[in-house]
């Protein structure tokens, strides 16, 4: 089995934290609501600072990590190809400063994920505790009511909200278009979107440095409606060579990615290693109308990726409850876990029993 990656050991971090968070829902902390509700608040609380912790340490590390990666790629590449190209220094300004605001920026974004999780159980459980009180206050005069049933009551309605719309979930976009996603989903997302970044800020901030001002973008296949615009073609990094579009049309939101979880690149294009009839045919393409010119088999691959990856998420969040309320009776790993899921057999439904008679 290959090494984990810093990211991978990040998001199990998340993932793990999930995980715990179904166990302090689903546990007993007390006889009465209010017990309940202090435990709940103060371990959500640790592990809201726990994630933020740890997460500072992966940007302190990967972040530049990955600018100096693509600095130094492209100086290899120069050299190798006989081409003009200082000696990258990570201490000069330009470099120094990219990295520092490349690391406040995903820092911000991951707390401002890690708060908006946190506030949303704790809403939920507001509105649970409040639910599970109105209710015992309904049944006390026909039937004594004990703290431990209204904590029971509480304990059931808050799973379920929960379950529902995922533990630990952030809002990704807005109006119509909004939807939930796992936090660490949402890291995992920020995370390469920043790496990315990095990469390309790096490559462009060379070549500036050094009096380049070509890039041109990596293509894909499939890939989406936006990027299909923007792949492939040639830029002007300072907008001044006219032959070609500036940069800034694609970077047009001030971040160096088409949009998140981008995977594109923009490397370095360098004339004098192309043919006339290479520049010729780079300047028509860049200067195509911008548009989503893919075709419908491509469309529709793109889209069977896209419904496979939630799929694989609603999986992964499911299995996350099972597991925190199976423990060692639930699959050992997530593709098991699938498998067993998948084939619909004796299997899962057995295991689909355990979890609903679990206490």
Same mark, same amino acid.
């Given at each position: 089995m290959p090494n984990k990656s %810093?990211?991978?050991l990040l998001i199990e971090v998340y993932r793990e934290a999930q995980i715990r968070l179904i166990s302090i829902v689903s546990g007993k902390y007390g006889a009465g609501t209010k017990t309940y509700y202090n435990s709940i608040l103060k371990q959500l609380e640790q592990l809201m600072k726990q994630l933020s912790v740890e997460t500072g340490k992966y940007i302190e590390m990967s972040v530049p990590k990955e600018y100096k990666k693509a600095l130094d790629a492209t100086y290899k590449y120069f050299k190798k190809n006989k081409l003009k190209m200082k000696q990258p220094d990570m201490f000069a300004r330009i470099h120094s400063d990219a990295v520092y605001e490349l690391s406040r920026e995903m820092q911000y974004h991951i707390n401002q994920g890690? *708060? %908006?999780a946190g506030r949303r159980v704790i809403r939920y459980l507001d509105s649970s505790r409040d639910? =599970? #009180?109105r209710q015992s206050g309904?049944? =006390? *005069? =026909?039937v004594k009511i004990s703290a431990g049933q209204t904590v029971l009551d509480m304990q059931a309605d808050l799973l379920e909200r929960l379950s529902e719309d995922g533990f630990l979930t952030v809002q990704y976009g807005s109006g119509k278009r909004a939807y939930?996603?796992? #936090?660490?989903t949402y890291t995992a997302m920020v995370a390469r979107s920043t790496t990315r970044e990095a990469g390309n800020l790096a490559r462009k901030n060379q070549l500036i440095e050094n009096g380049y001002d070509l890039m041109i973008m990596t293509e894909h296949y499939p890939t989406c409606e936006i990027c299909a615009m923007y792949q492939g073609r040639v830029y002007s990094i300072s907008g001044k060579d006219k032959r070609f579009p500036p940069l800034e049309e694609v970077f047009s939101g001030g971040y160096m990615n088409t949009h998140p979880n981008c995977r594109h690149s923009v490397v370095p294009f360098i004339e004098e290693m192309q043919s006339s009839e290479e520049i010729e045919n780079a300047i028509e393409k860049s200067n195509k109308p911008f548009e989503d010119n893919r075709s419908d088999s491509e469309k529709s691959l793109y889209t069977e990726q896209q419904t496979e990856n939630r799929h694989m998420r609603a999986d992964r969040y499911q299995y996350e409850r099972y597991k925190a309320r199976l423990g060692s009776d639930s699959p050992s790993t997530f593709s098991a876990f699938r498998r067993i899921k998948k084939a619909d057999g004796e299997k899962w439904k057995e295991l689909q029993k355990k979890y609903r008679n679990s206490k």
């Amino acid at each position: 089995m290959p090494n984990k990656s %810093q990211l991978d050991l990040l998001i199990e971090v998340y993932r793990e934290a999930q995980i715990r968070l179904i166990s302090i829902v689903s546990g007993k902390y007390g006889a009465g609501t209010k017990t309940y509700y202090n435990s709940i608040l103060k371990q959500l609380e640790q592990l809201m600072k726990q994630l933020s912790v740890e997460t500072g340490k992966y940007i302190e590390m990967s972040v530049p990590k990955e600018y100096k990666k693509a600095l130094d790629a492209t100086y290899k590449y120069f050299k190798k190809n006989k081409l003009k190209m200082k000696q990258p220094d990570m201490f000069a300004r330009i470099h120094s400063d990219a990295v520092y605001e490349l690391s406040r920026e995903m820092q911000y974004h991951i707390n401002q994920g890690i *708060s %908006q999780a946190g506030r949303r159980v704790i809403r939920y459980l507001d509105s649970s505790r409040d639910n =599970a #009180l109105r209710q015992s206050g309904l049944r =006390a *005069s =026909a039937v004594k009511i004990s703290a431990g049933q209204t904590v029971l009551d509480m304990q059931a309605d808050l799973l379920e909200r929960l379950s529902e719309d995922g533990f630990l979930t952030v809002q990704y976009g807005s109006g119509k278009r909004a939807y939930q996603v796992g #936090l660490d989903t949402y890291t995992a997302m920020v995370a390469r979107s920043t790496t990315r970044e990095a990469g390309n800020l790096a490559r462009k901030n060379q070549l500036i440095e050094n009096g380049y001002d070509l890039m041109i973008m990596t293509e894909h296949y499939p890939t989406c409606e936006i990027c299909a615009m923007y792949q492939g073609r040639v830029y002007s990094i300072s907008g001044k060579d006219k032959r070609f579009p500036p940069l800034e049309e694609v970077f047009s939101g001030g971040y160096m990615n088409t949009h998140p979880n981008c995977r594109h690149s923009v490397v370095p294009f360098i004339e004098e290693m192309q043919s006339s009839e290479e520049i010729e045919n780079a300047i028509e393409k860049s200067n195509k109308p911008f548009e989503d010119n893919r075709s419908d088999s491509e469309k529709s691959l793109y889209t069977e990726q896209q419904t496979e990856n939630r799929h694989m998420r609603a999986d992964r969040y499911q299995y996350e409850r099972y597991k925190a309320r199976l423990g060692s009776d639930s699959p050992s790993t997530f593709s098991a876990f699938r498998r067993i899921k998948k084939a619909d057999g004796e299997k899962w439904k057995e295991l689909q029993k355990k979890y609903r008679n679990s206490k």
